[in-house]
């Protein structure tokens, strides 16, 4: 039986590192990491999001404002908010939860946003400063993703890792991770031939699909480690059930490690939130970001 593994209680160590590096942050640099985030219109699934994001963000010490505004907000009047955020010194990372409503250009409000505030990592320049190898804030789910494979795997270095999915918030930027991690890369997709096979190569599965129990126990490599970002939301024996992409029940009987849904990738998001926070913070300060 596979390893499992805990991103919840690793996500929970992250966090106490954090609030370590915060207080080392006010202590000798006088200095508070600040979140924003805005959220538009009464998606109940989004509410619930903001809302355990500030929670987070002031249990580790930082500063915490949630700006809420109506469904109907104007992109010009959400464009103006974000450019009064990217003026605020106090704020040092600014998130905007998607998705927006109809009337925005959701691509438009991302790229408006500071990239050094950019603490979801979607701004172009820092997607692309994360495929050229530079410096960069990296969106929060794939940072998870790869810090729980090298937990389990260590160095990754040579290793086979396959992407399924290509989605712009997780697949690409955690295939541009592994390539940086000197893993062996490949991404998949709904054109891919043959997935099953493709997988099989794989030591490490990351799986970023959206569809329930995709991928079966007899596509994974005995000993492979598998990385379940997949919230699917499920009926079964008459009740609500979170499953991820992975059928684990199948895979768990072949892989090395897997995560479970819910309490593997999850709480690693709002956990890696915070991180960049703190990184965002000290760049903009000229402070060298502690590792974590
Ligand atoms: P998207 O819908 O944006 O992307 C899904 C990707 O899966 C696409 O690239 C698509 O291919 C591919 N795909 C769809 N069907 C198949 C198939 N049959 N075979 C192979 N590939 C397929 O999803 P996201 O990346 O936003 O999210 C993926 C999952 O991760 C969702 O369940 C989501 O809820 C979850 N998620 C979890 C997070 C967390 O843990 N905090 C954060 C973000 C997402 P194509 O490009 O060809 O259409």
Not at 44 to 60: F, G
Not at 143 to 154: H, I, N, P, Q, R
């Amino acid at each position: 039986m596979a390893k499992l593994i805990d991103g919840k209680a690793f996500a929970e160590g992250l966090r106490k590192r954090i609030a370590g590096a915060v207080s080392t942050l006010k202590a000798e640099h006088g200095l508070t990491p600040g979140l924003a985030v805005v959220l538009v219109g009464e998606d109940p699934a989004s509410k619930v999001y903001v809302a355990n994001k500030a929670k987070q963000t002031v249990e580790v010490g930082m500063n915490s404002w949630e700006h809420k505004l109506p469904a109907d907000t104007s992109e010009s009047d959400l464009l103006a908010l974000v450019d009064k955020l990217n003026k605020d010194s106090s704020v040092h990372g600014i998130l905007v939860q998607m998705p927006l409503p109809k009337q925005i250009d959701s691509a438009k409000v991302l790229n408006a946003i500071d990239p050094a505030k950019d603490v979801d990592g979607f701004h172009v320049v820092n997607v692309g400063r994360l495929s050229t190898g530079q410096e960069a804030l990296v969106a929060c789910t794939p940072t998870g993703c790869v810090m729980l494979a090298k937990d389990v795997l260590g160095d990754l270095s040579g290793i086979n890792a396959v992407v399924i999915g290509r989605s712009n918030i997780v697949g690409k930027p955690v295939a541009q991770l592994l390539l940086a991690e000197n893993c062996t890369v490949t991404i998949a997709h709904s054109k891919s031939k043959d997935l099953p096979s493709i997988v099989r190569q794989a030591d490490l599965v990351i799986a970023a699909v959206g569809r329930p129990e995709m991928v079966k126990g007899d596509w994974i490599k005995p000993g492979a480690t598998v990385i379940d970002v997949g919230i699917n939301r499920i009926e079964r024996d008459g009740k609500a059930k979170l499953v991820g992409d992975c059928d684990f029940a199948s895979c768990e009987k072949v892989a090395g490690a897997i995560t479970p849904v819910p309490g593997g990738v999850g709480p690693m998001t709002i956990a890696c939130l915070l991180y960049n926070t703190v990184k965002a913070a000290s760049a903009i300060k000229g402070i060298k970001a502690p590792a974590m």
